[in-house]
């Protein structure tokens, strides 16, 4: 056992080495910079001015103070921790969400052998989880795999306090989970496992009530962040908070884009085909076998999931990461077809066309185009007319990327502003110093329309000075 043990470990770590290519990277490759440069704001505002992880604040401010209603931000305070330590680099929450996400794929192989699974079942998920959707988002500055990774933990820690009687166990769990579950609510889906664990085990009565217990703890903190916090923070400091569709909306936008919602899970979730089979394969074999313990794990948290799916309507077809706390149960799935195939070489056959495809389909994620370069000047570009405390305006695109690069706070519009003397004027009245136009997404014409005038201008920026209306 100690043998095998020591062989997932080294997968591990190779799976590990494998995604530091490019970790260094800034938030420039095409998949989710967005997601990623509004987390590194809040990180970067965290070390510059106040670590306050109840009021989160980005760069994006519209003239107010850039507080909004989130997931609580703490990836982006170990973001913060790390930078207190080492100055500030944007590739640190790279790396920590890294380090998180494979504890969470040992864990993962861990929870299933101790939850009574065979080895080979549990040694199969760890290789279809490794390579799908996770093996991208595992790197990124997002709370995605690092919540679920923190929830997988957890759950282990309660197969630990049944079987040690240990409370420190227990008090691992609460803590691991209330994490998981507050930096990305999805996760608390795996708080449902807690029921058929406290039937299923022996567990005393006592040992019932503490989990029964602990388990209300990090949903009472969700319901608290997400439900009360975040609404408070949205109405005081006026900025736009997502708290999900009414579930006949969702169903409504999910049943007019049905394809794109499939998508998630015949392609996005394992970032190929091969993998949706198996998954396919594996559902049907669980039934036909009447495999009931994995059915009944698979049933409780595909039914929290599809309510999860309908909260989120057209954000789930729109974002293929909404899919990646449903991964780990995919892969469960999958990996029990493997377990039914006798043949060793269809079974390896098989786990290298699920690797290739899926590490192929994501490879483009761990490099940056060089078109994409540009942006990092942006700070140079507005140092040279401003200093840092000037607000600005990136004229763009919507995406706030260039207005992190640049260092500054603001304003992030488009050329549909252009011809709004309204807009602009507000801008002004709220201490817009500058603009800085994205010379890639605007076009000279429409700049000539304005009634700034220039005081820099490269190939790639034009810097407008805003001083009179």
């Given at each position: 056992?100690k043998?095998?043990q020591?062989?997932i470990?080294?997968?591990?770590?190779?799976?590990?080495?494998?995604r530091?290519?490019?970790?260094?990277n800034?938030?420039?490759?095409?998949?989710?910079n967005?997601?990623?440069?509004?987390?590194?704001?809040v990180?970067?505002?965290f070390?510059?001015?106040?670590?306050?992880?109840f009021?989160?604040?980005?760069?994006e401010?519209?003239?107010?103070?850039g507080?909004?209603?989130?997931?609580?931000?703490?990836?982006?305070?170990?973001?913060?921790?790390?930078?207190?330590i080492?100055?500030?680099?944007?590739?640190y929450?790279?790396i920590?969400?890294?380090?998180?996400?494979?504890?969470?794929?040992l864990?993962f192989y861990?929870l299933?052998?101790?939850s009574g699974?065979?080895?080979?079942?549990?040694?199969?998920?760890f290789?279809f989880?490794?390579?799908?959707i996770?093996f991208?988002?595992s790197r990124?500055?997002?709370?995605d795999?690092?919540?679920?990774?923190?929830?997988?933990i957890?759950?282990?820690?309660?197969?630990?306090?049944?079987?040690?009687?240990n409370?420190?166990?227990?008090?691992?769990?609460?803590?691991l989970s209330?994490?998981?579950?507050?930096s990305?609510?999805p996760a608390?889906?795996?708080?449902?496992?807690v029921l058929p664990?406290?039937?299923?085990?022996?567990?005393?009565?006592?040992?019932?009530?503490?989990l029964?217990?602990?388990?209300?703890?990090?949903?009472a903190?969700?319901?608290f962040w997400?439900f009360?916090?975040?609404p408070?923070?949205?109405?005081?400091?006026?900025?736009?908070?997502?708290?999900?569709?009414?579930?006949?909306?969702?169903?409504?936008e999910?049943t007019?884009?049905?394809n794109?919602a499939a998508q998630?899970?015949?392609?996005?979730?394992?970032?190929?085909?091969?993998?949706?089979l198996?998954c396919?394969?594996?559902i049907?074999?669980?039934?036909?076998?009447r495999?009931?313990?994995?059915l009944?794990t698979v049933?409780?948290l595909?039914?929290?999931?599809?309510?999860?799916?309908?909260?989120?309507?057209?954000?789930?077809?729109?974002?293929n990461?909404?899919?990646i706390?449903?991964?780990?149960?995919?892969?469960?799935?999958?990996?029990y077809?493997?377990t039914?195939?006798?043949?060793?070489?269809?079974v390896?056959?098989?786990?290298?066309?699920?690797c290739?495809?899926?590490?192929?389909?994501?490879?483009?994620d761990f490099?940056?185009k060089?078109?994409?370069y540009?942006?990092l000047?942006?700070e140079s570009v507005?140092?040279?007319?401003?200093i840092?405390?000037?607000?600005?305006?990136?004229?763009?695109?919507?995406n706030?990327?260039v207005?992190?690069?640049?260092?500054?706070?603001?304003w992030v519009?488009?050329?549909?502003?252009?011809?709004?003397?309204?807009?602009?004027?507000?801008?002004?009245?709220n201490?817009?110093?500058?603009?800085?136009?994205n010379?890639?997404?605007?076009?000279?014409?429409?700049?000539?329309?304005?009634?700034?005038?220039?005081?820099y201008?490269n190939?790639?920026?034009?810097?407008?000075q805003?001083?009179?209306?």
């Amino acid at each position: 056992m100690k043998i095998r043990q020591f062989k997932i470990e080294y997968a591990v770590v190779l799976f590990f080495l494998c995604r530091l290519i490019g970790i260094t990277n800034p938030p420039l490759e095409l998949s989710h910079n967005w997601r990623q440069v509004t987390g590194l704001m809040v990180a970067r505002n965290f070390y510059e001015n106040e670590c306050n992880v109840f009021k989160p604040c980005t760069d994006e401010t519209q003239g107010k103070s850039g507080i909004i209603g989130m997931e609580f931000p703490a990836l982006n305070a170990l973001h913060y921790l790390v930078a207190k330590i080492c100055s500030y680099q944007h590739w640190y929450g790279r790396i920590i969400n890294l380090f998180i996400s494979s504890l969470g794929l040992l864990f993962f192989y861990k929870l299933i052998v101790i939850s009574g699974f065979t080895e080979q079942h549990a040694r199969y998920a760890f290789f279809f989880l490794a390579v799908s959707i996770w093996f991208s988002f595992s790197r990124k500055m997002m709370p995605d795999t690092f919540c679920v990774s923190l929830m997988l933990i957890a759950i282990f820690m309660i197969f630990k306090y049944i079987h040690t009687n240990n409370v420190y166990y227990i008090l691992a769990f609460i803590a691991l989970s209330t994490l998981a579950a507050l930096s990305k609510i999805p996760a608390a889906m795996y708080l449902i496992l807690v029921l058929p664990i406290c039937i299923a085990h022996s567990c005393t009565g006592n040992q019932r009530l503490l989990l029964m217990f602990s388990m209300a703890i990090p949903l009472a903190a969700v319901g608290f962040w997400y439900f009360y916090w975040n609404p408070k923070l949205a109405l005081e400091y006026g900025n736009w908070y997502n708290s999900g569709r009414s579930l006949q909306t969702g169903f409504t936008e999910l049943t007019s884009h049905l394809n794109q919602a499939a998508q998630r899970f015949y392609f996005d979730a394992f970032s190929g085909y091969a993998g949706f089979l198996m998954c396919i394969t594996g559902i049907i074999l669980m039934v036909y076998k009447r495999f009931r313990k994995a059915l009944i794990t698979v049933i409780l948290l595909a039914s929290i999931f599809l309510v999860y799916i309908l909260k989120s309507g057209y954000f789930f077809y729109h974002h293929n990461y909404y899919i990646i706390p449903f991964v780990p149960v995919l892969a469960f799935i999958a990996a029990y077809a493997l377990t039914c195939i006798t043949s060793k070489r269809i079974v390896v056959t098989c786990i290298i066309i699920i690797c290739i495809e899926g590490i192929l389909n994501q490879q483009h994620d761990f490099f940056i185009k060089p078109g994409e370069y540009y942006k990092l000047q942006a700070e140079s570009v507005m140092n040279s007319v401003s200093i840092q405390s000037d607000k600005i305006a990136v004229l763009g695109s919507e995406n706030p990327q260039v207005l992190y690069f640049s260092h500054r706070k603001g304003w992030v519009c488009t050329e549909n502003h252009i011809l709004d003397k309204a807009y602009w004027r507000n801008l002004y009245r709220n201490q817009c110093k500058f603009i800085l136009v994205n010379m890639h997404e605007v076009s000279s014409q429409h700049i000539s329309q304005l009634p700034f005038k220039t005081c820099y201008k490269n190939l790639d920026f034009t810097v407008l000075q805003c001083d009179s209306l």
